[in-house]
C-alpha cells in the first residue's frame, strides 16, 4: 500500500509558504516554517538549503536530507550559533555563508515531478477539481531552487485519500511564439475511510529543466521570455480555468 505523509500548511489556500516571526527586537534572529531546496557544498558535499525567503542555512540536523529535493520544516537562527562558510560556484573561491540553524520537529520532503512533453493529459468522465491553486512560487534563475516551480493547491478527499497532481506540455494551436500552455491534472488516490469529505492543502514541486531545454537558446548574451500559462479544473466551474501568464527568461 503507498504511504503519504501530508502536509500541514495554514488551513486554507492563499496563505504564504513563508511564516516568519522574530524573535528578538533588533537583532538578525528569526524563526521561520518553509520550504529548503537541499543542495551540497562543492567543496566539502556539506548539506545546505536554500530557502524560498532567500536565506541559506545549515544544520547537522540536514545531514541525511538528499540535494535536489525539497523539505519542509520549522528552523530557528541566533546570532550566538553563526554561520558557516559554503562554496556554491564553480571554483571554490565562490564562498557565501549559511545560518547555523535549529530544526523543530519533522522535516516533510516535497513531491516532485517532472514536465510530460510527449504524453496528453487523460481524459476522464468526471475530472478530479482543485478547490484553489496559488500563483507558483519560483526564482528568477535555474539554479536556486533547481529549475523547479512550487505549487500549492488544495482540494477535496476523504480519510485515507490523497493528491496525485501530473504537468502536462500541450500544443496549442492558437499560441504564438514562445507562448506555451501547461495542463495541471490532479487525481484523487488511496482508500477512503468512511464518507466525510474535507479539504486539504499541499505542495508540489515541478521539475520545469525540460522546457527550458525545448526552447533555449545557444546566446551567451540574448534572451527570450516563455510565456507560460496553466490550465486546471477548479471547483464551481464545468472548464478549464486559465492561469495568468508567468515569465521564465532563457536564452536567446
Not at 516568519?20 to 557544498?41: K, M, P, Q
Not at 553563526?82 to 556554491?88: E, I, W
Not at 529549475?147 to 480519510?159: G, I, P, T, V
Request: net charge negative; with cysteine; charged share 20%.
Amino acid at each position: 500500500m503507498k504511504m503519504r505523509k501530508s502536509i500541514l500548511l495554514w488551513g486554507m489556500i492563499g496563505m504564504t509558504l513563508i511564516l516568519t516571526s522574530c524573535l528578538e527586537e533588533g537583532t538578525r534572529n528569526y524563526e521561520e516554517t518553509s520550504v529548503a531546496y537541499i543542495a551540497a557544498d562543492n567543496a566539502t558535499g556539506r548539506i545546505y538549503g536554500r530557502t524560498l525567503s532567500g536565506r541559506l542555512i545549515t544544520s547537522t540536523q540536514m545531514r541525511l536530507m538528499f540535494p535536489g529535493t525539497f523539505q519542509f520544516f520549522r528552523y530557528s537562527w541566533t546570532e550566538e550559533q553563526g554561520t558557516t562558510s559554503l562554496s556554491v560556484g564553480t571554483s571554490s573561491t565562490e564562498v557565501v555563508t549559511a545560518d547555523n540553524v535549529i530544526i523543530s520537529g519533522e522535516a516533510v520532503e516535497i513531491s516532485r515531478v517532472s514536465l510530460r512533453i510527449d504524453q496528453q493529459p487523460p481524459v476522464v468522465e468526471t475530472p478530479a477539481k482543485f478547490v484553489g491553486v496559488d500563483p507558483p512560487f519560483y526564482a528568477g534563475d535555474q539554479i536556486y531552487l533547481g529549475d523547479h516551480w512550487l505549487f500549492q493547491y488544495a482540494y477535496e478527499a476523504k480519510k485515507g485519500e490523497y493528491a496525485v497532481v501530473n504537468f502536462y506540455h500541450t500544443e496549442d494551436p492558437d499560441a504564438t511564439d514562445n507562448e506555451i500552455t501547461i495542463v495541471m491534472d490532479l487525481t484523487i488516490e488511496g482508500t477512503p475511510e468512511g464518507t466525510t469529505v474535507s479539504t486539504k492543502t499541499d505542495l508540489v514541486a515541478l521539475d520545469m529543466s525540460s522546457l527550458r531545454d525545448m526552447y533555449e537558446g545557444t546566446s551567451t548574451t540574448a534572451t527570450k521570455d516563455l510565456k507560460i500559462k496553466f490550465k486546471y479544473y477548479l471547483k464551481g466551474s464545468d472548464q478549464m480555468v486559465i492561469s495568468q501568464v508567468y515569465r521564465m527568461t532563457v536564452k536567446g
